[in-house]
């Protein structure tokens, strides 16, 4: 492992301080209710699944989401792909047993393999790098896509919208659709060049801060600045479960720059939380803090309150964004995990009800999602049923919105607060 972590150590960094600073700064607009966050990725990124197809479907659906919601909210919309590092993952249980055999858990493709054999779930410190190689080719070439424009993307034809069809709101969604492309027309027609040539759409990287000795090893104090950061994302989040605040995770989070999320759900106390905040963010230094809460379509109307107020007391800028994925996760009668669409847009929408009521204001959200057409949530416009998620599930820990679920949650975010059922 000390080998590992010293080669990774001496290998140029992933993203630059430059890059992260601003991240802070567009976070600390949509702190203010002046942009919106959008963040999105498959649960845990694999080895395997890094490839051009995989990129290219994703980046499409984040930056078509971004024109549906940046259309909807007239607000920037600031992508951040959960991307480039999303490879180490936080498990409830130590050990996995099938057909009475037990074994250690799967961690991620940074810490052992999926493969239910001995051999394969023994953590191996190679990992590490190869989780580093596999990030820098994903953003290396997500920066040249977008370099090169990525074009047409506004093209109506590009878009994959036959489902918009089966929607029963299907007069309204064509009307998004039509009214983009057409506010895109005009653009071009002004400007007298395409958009994507005129305005950089760019992406930021995140993933969950897990794996320690990963992250500190990309760690370095920057002369120029005068401080730490964290250099193989721009957006590392804690996961509720490592945020114990006399824990490890905290206190390296604590000595590191970048702009951080941390999860929050059910269980998290107004003291805890305020703790963490004080210890994260000493000078409230704005775009430093995203809270990601992820409570769950019943229970998000009597959790989020206290924790809305137990912040501002702490007087510290904070983002909230909705992660209604995590708190609505369930498992089909056969034991196969999934989400149900309509509970994960009334938790969508019981957290900008719950922000406008109390003068606070729902700033991003946070979505596990592909651009591939999987079959892991069911529900949405095609109406998938637990029986169809046989077909296509290729996650390897949570289920994910498929292209067409996902464009449907950011048609149904763009018209929240217009009474689109
Ligand atoms: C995740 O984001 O994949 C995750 C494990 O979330 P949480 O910590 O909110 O359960
Ligand atoms: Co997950």
Request: net charge negative; aromatic share 6%; with cysteine.
């Amino acid at each position: 492992m000390e080998r590992a972590i010293g080669d990774l150590s001496r290998l140029p960094p992933i993203v630059t301080s430059w890059e992260i600073e601003a991240l802070k700064d567009q976070i600390a607009l949509a702190q203010r209710g002046d942009a919106f966050v959008l963040q999105g990725g498959d649960c845990a990124e694999t080895f395997d699944e890094c490839t051009s197809e995989n990129i290219v479907a994703k980046l499409k659906i984040l930056l078509q989401m971004s024109l549906v919601m940046l259309h909807g909210l007239k607000k920037p919309v600031v992508r951040v792909g959960r991307m480039a590092g999303q490879y180490a993952k936080p498990r409830s249980a130590d050990t996995e047993t099938r057909d009475g055999v037990s074994l250690p858990s799967f961690r991620g493709d940074l810490v052992n393999r999926s493969a239910f054999t001995p051999a394969d779930r023994i953590p191996d410190p190679q990992l590490i790098l190869r989780g580093y190689e596999r990030a820098a080719l994903t953003l290396n070439f997500v920066r040249s896509l977008i370099d090169g424009g990525f074009a047409d993307l506004h093209h109506p034809e590009n878009w994959d919208l036959d489902w918009v069809g089966h929607s029963k709101t299907a007069d309204r969604y064509h009307e998004i659709v039509r009214s983009i492309s057409d506010s895109l027309d005009f653009l071009e027609s002004i400007l007298g060049r395409a958009v994507h040539q005129t305005q950089r759409a760019d992406i930021y990287a995140a993933h969950e801060g897990l794996h320690l000795s990963y992250e500190q090893a990309q760690t370095r104090y920057l002369d120029h600045r005068k401080r730490w950061y964290d250099l193989t994302t721009h957006f590392p989040w804690i996961g509720m479960r490592t945020a114990q605040i006399d824990g490890a995770h905290v206190e390296y989070f604590r000595g590191i720059s970048n702009p951080m999320g941390i999860k929050i759900g059910p269980g998290m106390t107004v003291e805890w939380l305020q703790n963490l905040i004080r210890v994260l963010n000493p000078n409230n230094e704005p775009g430093r803090i995203s809270l990601i809460h992820r409570f769950g379509a019943t229970a998000i109307e009597d959790g989020l309150p206290p924790l809305i107020k137990a912040v501002r007391e702490t007087g510290s800028p904070v983002l909230w964004v909705c992660d209604p994925m995590h708190g609505n996760t369930e498992s089909t009668a056969d034991g196969t995990k999934t989400r149900r669409f309509d509970k994960i847009v009334a938790e969508l929408e019981a957290a900008h009800d719950v922000h406008q009521s109390m003068g606070s204001y729902l700033g991003g959200i946070h979505l596990e999602l592909t651009g591939e057409n999987v079959t892991e949530c069911t529900g949405g416009a095609r109406g998938l049923t637990d029986g169809d998620l046989a077909r296509t599930y290729k996650s390897t820990v949570d289920p994910r919105l498929n292209y067409e679920q996902a464009m449907e949650v950011a048609m149904r975010l763009s018209g929240l607060g217009k009474n689109l059922d």
